[in-house]
């Protein structure tokens, strides 16, 4: 696992310094590589873009394993009409779980396939971008046991709000889940992403994004997993093709007693932009 990180860097590294072969030249009437960062750190932008998400989970379990974890979320959005545009986004997670307890293999696979759904009005509400709509989990679970995820259907309110001023870009985004079918123990999650992205010249940036949740079917003990970090990124393009390169660590100073210390999270983002 160090190995792939080190690939992982080794790849983001050469990226960057092609990027940055190319040069800064674009065509009139483009937008700049800061202009797209700033739209990829927009989760209801009015932007196709298809990112994968690479997550490493340290320390997880009572055996101290790592947990590995793609997630694929295609950003769709649709115009309903001239005011108003419906964000699809939809998360694929692909897991390789490690051992939590005696007599558990590693085993990879599906986990549970998440939607979210915002419709967003195309114009500030009081300089804020907003977006409101339904979270949902479907049970499309692979693995062999309750380390991929609830066999419930879950469904819950989403919101988000951001504002861009300047070169910041900060918001939240906010669910709930709560199950309402199914025979695993009740769904009850609350997850919290503030976001804090600083942009910089020539497409670089600095964001934080820590998935802050609330696990209230667990134990008081057990509820909360509150990541702290961040890391940094770039725009760039390869070829003619525009992409968002970034890398962020983050350590959990609270977490159930199975979760994980650490995490370090590499992400490509396509962007196509309209």
Do not use: C
């Amino acid at each position: 696992m160090r190995m792939l990180w080190v690939a992982i860097l080794m790849s983001f590294t050469s990226m960057i310094a092609m990027a940055a072969d190319e040069g800064q030249s674009k065509p009139k009437g483009e937008p700049s590589a800061t202009d797209l960062a700033k739209k990829a750190q927009n989760p209801v932008a009015d932007m196709i873009s298809l990112p994968f998400q690479w997550n490493s989970y340290f320390e997880t379990g009572p055996k101290g394993k790592t947990q590995n974890a793609i997630l694929i979320q295609p950003v769709i959005p649709i115009t309903l009409n001239e005011d108003w545009n419906f964000i699809t986004r939809p998360i694929i997670p692909l897991v390789e779980m490690p051992p939590l307890i005696d007599g558990q293999n590693r085993n990879h696979g599906l986990g549970n396939v998440q939607f979210q759904g915002f419709f967003s009005p195309k114009e500030p509400v009081n300089d804020w971008i907003i977006g409101f709509g339904a979270y949902l989990e479907f049970p499309t679970k692979s693995g062999p046991d309750g380390r991929f995820g609830s066999d419930n259907w879950s469904a819950g309110p989403a919101f988000v709000a951001l504002q861009m001023k300047g070169q910041w870009v900060y918001g939240a985004l906010i669910s709930q889940l709560w199950s309402y079918s199914g025979n695993d123990p009740e769904v009850n999650l609350t997850s919290i992403q503030p976001f804090l992205n600083y942009n910089m010249a020539d497409g670089w940036y600095l964001s934080a994004s820590p998935v802050i949740t609330a696990n209230w079917s667990a134990d008081s003990s057990e509820t909360w997993t509150i990541p702290i970090g961040g890391g940094i990124g770039k725009v760039f393009k390869v070829g003619k093709q525009p992409v968002n390169a970034a890398i962020k660590a983050y350590h959990n100073v609270e977490s159930p007693r199975a979760g994980a210390d650490w995490q370090l999270q590499f992400q490509i983002q396509f962007l196509f932009p309209k």
